[in-house]
């Protein structure tokens, strides 16, 4: 079974401060693991994702995400928070080595206050 | 542009109708995603199609009845709905849930008020 934890419902900070949004899971075999942004009134936008490689992934609008395979996590940050940043995030994981038609699992949303 | 387009955006029926939400993909994708969107609950997956076929139903209602004549149409059709099934309806696809790594692109989804 997979599952992923996004354990903040709302996470607040200033602009122009760097931000984190975190995300843990639990697969039994290697995660691909995905970040998503929901803007208002729109759907999920693919923001980045973790297949293999480097454990620090570059994604759209200046974030990144960093894998630790230790800790279990893929916590999303950018250095510099803008206002129009403000969204909801998910996190979503997929076991690796599950063959088939293996769905992804989507994390609960957090939602990213910006302030001015 | 997601390439993923919904129609309608919005949506008001009685319990008693018969309405379909249609989702269009664009990007030569094989696989074809519903999803529903409740206010401060998960995202809840409901169906999903592979070249055509279903391959997953995650326990819906049959009042929902899903329809995918072609890999880039996907249908939802609804009847006799209750108030709980208020909700935005997002539609996603991607390449073949086989290929594990590619990311889902999603519509901005049909919001639908049940009355």
């Known amino acids: 079974a997979q599952s992923v934890a996004q354990p903040e419902d709302q996470v607040n900070v200033a602009e122009g401060n760097p931000l984190t949004v975190k995300c843990t899971y639990s697969?039994?075999?290697?995660?691909?693991l995905f970040w998503y942004v929901q803007y208002p009134n729109r759907g999920l936008q693919f923001l980045l994702k973790?297949?293999?490689?480097?454990?620090l992934v570059k994604g759209s609008y200046g974030f990144e995400a960093e894998f630790n395979k230790s800790q279990t996590s893929f916590h999303l940050k950018k250095p510099s928070a803008l206002v129009s940043d403000s969204a909801l995030y998910f996190c979503a994981v997929r076991d690796m080595n599950s063959g088939g038609y293996q769905k992804v699992t989507f994390g609960t949303g957090t939602k990213l206050q910006v302030i001015p | 542009e997601t390439g993923v387009t919904q129609t309608p955006r919005h949506l008001v029926m009685g319990m008693t109708n018969k309405k379909s939400l249609k989702c269009e993909q664009h990007?030569?994708?094989?696989?074809m995603y519903w999803y529903k969107q409740s206010a401060k609950k998960p995202l809840e997956l409901m169906f999903v199609y592979n070249f055509k076929e279903q391959t997953e139903n995650n326990s819906v209602p049959s009042r929902f009845s899903p329809e995918c004549p072609n890999s880039s149409h996907l249908f939802l059709h609804l009847h006799t709905l209750q108030p709980e099934d208020s909700a935005l309806y997002l539609c996603?696809?991607?390449?073949?849930?086989?290929?594990?790594?590619?990311?889902?692109?999603f519509g901005d989804g049909t919001r639908l008020s049940i009355l």
């Open positions: 996603a696809s991607s390449q073949a849930q086989g290929e594990g790594n590619q990311p889902q692109h």
């Open positions: 973790y297949i293999t490689g480097d454990n």
């Open positions: 990007l030569g994708h094989n696989a």
């Open positions: 697969v039994s075999g290697n995660p691909y």
